[in-house]
């Protein structure tokens, strides 16, 4: 039984920067993808886990408000 699990990121964009992001990379998730992969060789795991703290509470707080 494999107990891996996966996530899911859901963006929001407006129509036209749908449009802006379709014309410099047409295929968006393969894009997104890869950049994931890069900062997370790049930056390592503290960096990643770093980025998730200020993340977290930035979210926290923007639905406070």
Aim: no cysteine.
């Amino acid at each position: 039984m494999n107990n891996e699990t996966h996530r899911v990121i859901s963006i929001s964009l407006n129509e036209r920067d749908w449009q802006a992001l379709m014309r410099l990379h047409p295929q968006p998730v393969l894009w997104l993808r890869e950049k994931i992969q890069e900062s997370l060789r790049a930056g390592g795991a503290d960096a990643i886990a770093s980025a998730s703290a200020t993340a977290a509470a930035n979210t926290t707080s923007a639905t406070r408000q």
